[in-house]
């Protein structure tokens, strides 16, 4: 499966942005989705996941109550609804996909997007 992620850009904190994450290639519906996030100088971290048919989700704790992450499978695609957006944020965002259960772990996903920047100013 191929993953296109957009959406990203410069937002003044408290701001939203919402990301999307088209995808082609085999059953999207099929895939857990996930994104994740990268800023500088740091490891890449778990940000949200969600199921294959959108029943469960999953967010780190650090953007609990201000992300929503949501799909539509007839449209392969996945989003991340970004609100109250905070400098800490910054960083380049991507989505994966992983062909079996729910997981945190970068490393057991299958397949990557190439990444969006979301930069928060103060």
């Known amino acids: 499966v191929q993953l296109q992620a957009s959406g990203g850009g410069l937002v003044q904190a408290g701001g939203s942005l919402r990301l999307s994450c088209a995808a082609s290639g085999r059953t999207f519906s099929s895939y857990v989705m996930g994104w994740f996030r990268q800023a500088p100088g740091k490891e890449r971290e778990f940000v949200a996941a969600?199921?294959?048919?959108?029943?469960?989700?999953y967010y780190a704790e650090f953007v609990k109550g201000r992300f929503t992450i949501s799909r539509d499978n007839a449209k392969n695609t996945v989003y991340l609804q970004m609100n109250s957006l905070k400098p800490e944020d910054t960083a380049v965002y991507y989505c994966?996909?992983?062909?079996?259960?729910?997981?945190?772990?970068?490393?057991?996903?299958?397949?990557w997007g190439q990444g969006t920047l979301v930069t928060v100013s103060s």
């Open positions: 994966a996909a992983r062909s079996r259960g729910y997981s945190y772990n970068s490393e057991e996903y299958d397949y």
């Open positions: 969600i199921s294959w048919s959108g029943g469960r989700t």
